[in-house]
């Protein structure tokens, strides 16, 4: 299964080890700019396809093979940088939404592109929402609106007020979380319909990146991982049977110059394991680290990559690890370089996010 010793002298002979220190599988034809989103196809499919969405304006589809071999499949373009994509339930259509300011679903059977939502400003995030009842097209906008698109109608089923700019969101059915501006949390449940449930503050003191919902033992969205660009990560239940259930964590930090100074780092994604509930954590600082919330301890870093890292995703059966290296101006224009190129980089994770064993 996926396994990484089944290719000797793998990859792409051009590579530096030092773009690649984890020698994981290095996905062919990667995106020309930094890398905005990153989606595995869902368990319905029973290959693993992979799309990647991009500030160079499109997304790209690969099916990754048990070798860790990526196919280039297709590449549709958008009208403006790509901030999200997201795929049907049934692994039909994917949704890709951006800086056009809308959403667009692409048939990957027929290759076709049709527009389904549309806001006033740029579309942050979009997710596929799959009721007993309904399914639609969450998206998440700088407009300060969540709407809802059945996609089949121009109008929106439903369209929220969010107290700022949506920043990051997540769906795990029938829970919602969309994070905004001026570090605002709010829960939505979407039962029946969708409706709020819970306005909250961020835990964190600074602006928060990413947020990823988790489930409980019984595999019930119970609460939510939220990364910030202060190198912290606050772990939120949303009814806490005790208080002290919710911590936070720090991570991609530097170890501390000899001055005493310690490099801090944005949280840019996290992600849950489909399996273990465990978690993985990608940053600024150019290292993906795999976590135990239950535990409260850190199951391993990575080396660090040239540049950032800015997405990640486990594919649905959890074997496959997959992240974007790419830089995501956090350090301004002038540490841009137009020679380091992009990479989305496939790792065989299933052992190394096995829960710490309770001794």
């Avoid at 942050?124 to 996609?151: E, P, Q, R, V």
């Avoid at 919710?246 to 991570?251: A, E, I, L």
């Amino acid at each position: 299964m996926f396994n990484q010793s089944t290719i000797g002298g793998f990859g792409n002979a051009t590579t530096p080890s030092t773009a690649n220190p984890m020698k994981d599988f290095e996905v062919t034809q990667p995106p020309d700019d930094s890398i905005s989103s990153l989606a595995f196809s869902p368990a319905t499919l029973s290959q693993n396809f992979l799309i990647a969405g991009s500030w160079d304006n499109n997304v790209r589809c690969w099916e990754i093979e048990q070798s860790g071999k990526s196919v280039p499949k297709s590449m549709q373009a958008c009208g403006g940088p790509v901030l999200d994509v997201c795929w049907s339930d049934d692994g039909t259509k994917v949704f890709m939404a951006g800086c056009d300011k809308q959403a667009k679903a692409w048939d990957l059977a027929s290759n076709q592109v049709v527009q389904v939502a549309q806001h006033d400003a740029p579309i942050k995030t979009c997710h596929w929402i799959k009721a007993s009842n309904y399914s639609c097209l969450m998206t998440g906008s700088w407009d300060k609106t969540l709407k809802f698109w059945d996609t089949r109608t121009p109008n929106p089923m439903l369209s929220i007020n969010l107290p700022e700019r949506c920043y990051c969101a997540d769906v795990d059915y029938p829970m919602a979380v969309v994070g905004t501006a001026g570090r605002q949390i709010i829960v939505y449940q979407l039962d029946g319909k969708p409706q709020q449930y819970k306005v909250l503050d961020s835990p964190l003191k600074y602006q928060h990146r990413c947020v990823a919902i988790f489930r409980d033992k019984k595999k019930t969205p119970t609460g939510y991982a939220l990364g910030s660009v202060e190198g912290r990560v606050a772990i939120q239940y949303v009814n806490p049977t005790n208080p002290k259930d919710n911590f936070t964590f720090k991570c991609h930090r530097s170890n501390g110059a000899p001055t005493g100074y310690q490099d801090i780092y944005a949280v840019n994604d996290i992600a849950f394991h489909p399996v273990h509930g465990t978690l993985a954590t990608v940053g600024s600082d150019g290292s993906f680290s795999f976590w135990d919330k239950d535990a409260r301890t850190k199951l391993k870093s990575s080396e660090l990559m040239e540049q950032p890292i800015t997405r990640c995703a486990f594919n649905s059966n959890g074997q496959i690890f997959a992240y974007a290296v790419s830089y995501d101006w956090s350090k301004g224009h002038e540490y841009y370089n137009s020679s380091k190129k992009n990479y989305i980089f496939l790792r065989s994770c299933y052992d190394e996010l096995k829960p710490r064993t309770s001794s």
